[in-house]
């Protein structure tokens, strides 16, 4: 089994190495003061180009790829994922109470409407298996797809010849329970296999549909994909390159596909046609029936068991209400219990015959008084209205106060007008999946873009203002770079915003070439054009610095050079390496690119350091003589290129940590990883703004300039690579439009801790479709009365 290689030491290593080299280089500066100038400045930039030469050398040999001499990593990295998995599952079902109470009958039966073939072409007509049966399983007959429980739902995925099941039915059925309950079933029986046996059965993984577009992208990239960002760990180096690329194309990993009917309605016909054209893994798909009904006019799933959920009866839905009690059952829930065994046909007893408003019922009424109400003589004349009662007490309930508990932080108006502004976003985007790092975009677009103006003013200002200093000994020169600083500040933050609004669109799409991302035209269009006002705000810097002799050809030549130099570098590593912006977190995003475990990577990060080794050397150049301005360019090339390589060092995933990232753990992480990467970056810019400033003006005014261009470049690189930053910030605009708190988090995980929403991953969820659905109509009147 090959050994993990420890990507997070090589960053500290390098970084030591590049301390050194600046170390060093001032010395020689410092004894250049008192013997020949050129003479030592000369052999201190062949110092400068031996050391980072040798160093890259160093990290491409490092870079090598592995070559795996173990026959069972895969095997290896399938029981990883499957105790990953079997863990996030747990979890859920634990906070979905799907175990404790004893679980809500379910039963299905072979679907009576059209939606698949015959049963013969599930279990298999052509003579030779299409999936083998799993280990420890017994093929699946025409009995045992007529009909069954969820234990029955586990046994139909291990034994069918297909390997196809569509699970459907109507809102609040069961589907999910069923999914999570059958993943859970299937872990448990690959656990008690003997590593033979298991190395041979596919791990079930349960991922929603959100974000998959199947014109623009086949089912193996999106998996392979989602794998990556929710499983980081399969990135690391223990399993060498493409891990999860390697368990789909190995029929290792089993779909478990929720969601189907959130797919957009023109794109449910398409995406049920790339589901069909797949046979290499086994797959469940989840989806309600009528969106089917409609999508299976554009073809079927082939060889696909189609089982729709039952109702509850009212006999067992009595039953378990009558479970889920103190024994003996207290009066007024016997008389509820009474009623649906004694009146099935009545509107409450219609309403309880399915899980949702069962344990709507079980969860939202702790008085006695409110279950006799409930019973209260024509109350309700139908079961949607029922149903709307249901749903609208989940706050009520949720926010109640509670003798011996603390007072509650967010009162129920509070939690009512914030969770309906969550649900209503969240509706008009179509999507049913809360990330918090996507809040901050909801806020007026007058108020979103501060944050990466501000972000953008602070660093681009101080650098033009510290490249100002170290051409000119003079302080006042500062005022141009502020300047400049506001121009980028701005001009960027109007860029970003045109980008993110391209994005919500769904226009950032086109590809220049194969492999490159969706996004890749977009960054580099914001990239160019934020360097070429950026680069010409820092000219009429210089410009204004040299005077009106020298200005106007410095201003052409740094100004146009140093855009388009300045706009191709950051365009290309916008598009390559940090990927969807304001996306996700940087350990979310791009997966099939893994920071500097990539040769793409580095040679970014060269690429990187060469441009802006070019910028400088024409700054200082232009200003202080061609040689101050080679020291220069070498000095800023060489510390901005491994800047890049230590940052993308440093985010690498670690074989050891097999959770998937709740949302708790990714803000956490991502504010953590935002505050090292400033302090690299910090760090590395002190270092390359001293020695080029040392180089030019000595040793004192080296370190001057470097400790006020790393302060004032680190800490806005943090806040602005850092999502949990911004987002908080995001949160603040909200709180200043009354729209949502400015401790978004907490309120968030309140909420998941009062049952509201639930964890899917790294995003939340309402506790059900059909809660976002009300809070979402609710909050829409109240703001239309307002």
């Not at 004894?31 to 980072?52: E, F, K, M, N, W």
């Not at 990883?80 to 747990?90: D, T």
Request: aromatic fraction near 6%; proline fraction near 5%.
């Amino acid at each position: 089994m090959p050994r993990e290689k420890n990507w997070r030491v090589w960053p500290l290593i390098g970084l030591v190495i590049v301390v050194a080299l600046a170390a060093s280089a001032l010395a020689s500066v410092a004894v250049s003061r008192d013997s020949s100038p050129i003479g030592d400045d000369v052999q201190t930039v062949t110092s400068v180009l031996a050391v980072t030469g040798g160093l890259v050398l160093w990290l491409w040999t490092r870079l090598r790829p592995e070559v795996l001499t173990s026959a069972d990593v895969m095997a290896r990295a399938s029981d990883a994922l499957a105790k990953a998995v079997q863990g996030q599952w747990i979890r859920a079902a634990n906070e979905r109470r799907l175990q404790h109470p004893a679980p809500i009958a379910i039963r299905w039966r072979w679907a009576q409407r059209g939606v698949t073939g015959p049963a013969s072409e599930a279990l298999g007509t052509a003579g030779y298996a299409r999936f083998d049966v799993l280990p420890g399983m017994t093929a699946a007959t025409p009995d045992t797809v007529m009909q069954g429980d969820i234990p029955d739902i586990f046994r139909l995925y291990g034994g069918l010849d297909s390997g196809r099941v569509l699970l459907l039915g109507d809102p609040g059925t069961g589907k999910s329970a069923a999914a999570i309950l059958t993943v859970l079933n299937a872990l448990k029986q690959r656990q008690h296999l003997d590593e033979p046996q298991r190395a041979r059965v596919p791990v079930p993984v349960l991922l929603t549909a959100q974000g998959w577009d199947p014109r623009r992208q086949r089912l193996h990239e999106w998996l392979v994909i989602r794998l990556n960002a929710e499983y980081a760990f399969l990135r690391s180096g223990m399993y060498g390159q493409n891990a999860a690329t390697r368990l789909v194309e190995s029929g290792l990993v089993a779909l478990v596909l929720d969601g189907f009917d959130e797919i957009a309605d023109e794109l449910r016909p398409v995406a049920l046609r790339a589901l069909d054209e797949q046979a290499t893994f086994r797959m469940m798909v989840l989806t309600r029936t009528g969106e089917l009904v409609e999508a299976v006019a554009g073809g079927h799933l082939h060889g696909a068991a189609a089982l729709e959920l039952l109702p509850v009866p009212a006999t067992e839905a009595a039953d378990y209400l009558t479970r889920s009690q103190v024994h003996p059952t207290p009066p007024a829930w016997q008389r509820l219990v009474e009623h649906l065994q004694g009146t099935p046909e009545s509107a409450v007893s219609s309403a309880l015959d399915n899980p949702l408003m069962l344990t709507l019922v079980r969860d939202t009424f702790p008085t006695p008084a409110e279950v006799d109400d409930l019973l209260t003589p024509g109350r309700f004349a139908s079961r949607a209205e029922v149903e709307v009662h249901l749903l609208g007490r989940v706050l009520a309930a949720a926010y109640r106060s509670r003798p011996g508990q603390r007072p509650n932080s967010y009162s129920l108006d509070q939690a009512s007008r914030w969770l309906g502004y969550l649900a209503a976003e969240m509706s008009r985007r179509n999507t049913r999946d809360l990330a918090w790092w996507q809040i901050r975009r909801w806020a007026p677009a007058s108020l979103r873009s501060i944050p990466d103006v501000v972000a953008s003013s602070i660093g681009y200002g101080v650098t033009v203002s510290v490249l100002l200093v170290i051409a000119f000994d003079a302080g006042s020169r500062v005022a141009a770079g502020i300047g400049a600083g506001l121009v980028n500040g701005i001009t960027t933050g109007m860029l970003l915003e045109w980008q993110d609004r391209r994005r919500d669109a769904g226009h950032s799409r086109l590809r220049l070439l194969r492999g490159c991302p969706p996004n890749f035209v977009d960054s580099l269009t914001v990239g160019l054009a934020s360097g070429l006002l950026s680069g010409l705000a820092g000219g009429v810097a210089v410009g204004f610095a040299l005077g009106l002799g020298r200005g106007p050809v410095t201003l052409l030549v740094v100004g146009v050079g140093a855009a388009l130099a300045f706009g191709l570098a950051c365009g290309s590593t916008e598009a390559i390496l940090v990927g969807r912006r304001n996306s996700s977190p940087r350990y979310l995003q791009n997966p099939r690119l893994g920071g500097i475990v990539s040769r793409k990577n580095l040679l970014v990060a060269i690429g990187f350091g060469i441009v802006f080794g070019l910028v400088s050397l024409l700054a200082v150049g232009l200003t202080s003589g061609p040689l101050a301005g080679l020291i220069s360019g070498l000095a800023v090339g060489a510390f901005a290129g491994l800047a890049l390589g230590l940052l993308n060092g440093l985010v690498q995933p670690s074989a050891q940590t097999l959770s998937p990232m709740d949302p708790v753990t990714s803000w956490r992480r991502d504010r953590q990883s935002g505050i090292v990467e400033g302090v690299i970056y910090g760090l590395s810019t002190l270092l390359m703004f001293g020695l080029a400033g040392g180089l030019v003006d000595g040793i004192a005014t080296g370190l001057g300039v470097g400790l006020v261009a790393g302060l004032g470049i680190g800490l806005p690189f943090a806040f602005s690579v850092s999502q949990s930053w911004l987002a908080t910030f995001g949160f603040v605009m909200l709180r200043c439009a009354g729209l949502f708190p400015w401790q978004g988090m907490r309120f968030l995980e309140d909420a998941r801790a009062r049952g509201v929403l639930r964890t899917v991953g790294s995003v939340y969820q309402f506790r059900h479709a059909r809660l976002q659905d009300e809070l979402s109509l609710s909050y829409q009147r109240d703001v239309t009365r307002r």
